[in-house]
């Protein structure tokens, strides 16, 4: 009997360490995805920000549309190219 007692008890202590481990990965996933929220939004701030200066006395900012059609696939390309 004292045997099963010592071996439940090792499974609880097992199961009470694995739950705290849980418990601990879980809160650090909501602070760091907290944190990406944050970037998200203070990003589309700044797009909107953008968006709002597209159009400069009525007439398309030629400037603001080349880097929107732009960045990302020149970045892209340029990471591609160090990489290769």
């Known amino acids: 009997m004292k045997d099963q007692f010592t071996q439940f008890n090792s499974q609880v202590k097992t199961i009470k360490d694995n739950i705290d481990r849980t418990v601990s990965?879980?809160?650090?996933l909501i602070t760091t995805?907290?944190?990406?929220?944050?970037?998200?939004?203070?990003?589309?701030?700044?797009?909107?920000?953008?968006?709002?200066?597209?159009?400069?006395?009525?007439?398309?900012n030629q400037n603001v549309m080349s880097f929107l059609s732009n960045p990302i696939e020149t970045k892209k390309k340029l990471m591609l190219r160090l990489f290769l």
Do not use: C, H
């Open 25 to 28: 990965t879980t809160n650090e």
């Open 33 to 60: 995805e907290a944190n990406v929220i944050q970037g998200n939004r203070n990003y589309a701030d700044s797009f909107k920000t953008v968006m709002k200066n597209i159009r400069d006395g009525g007439t398309t």
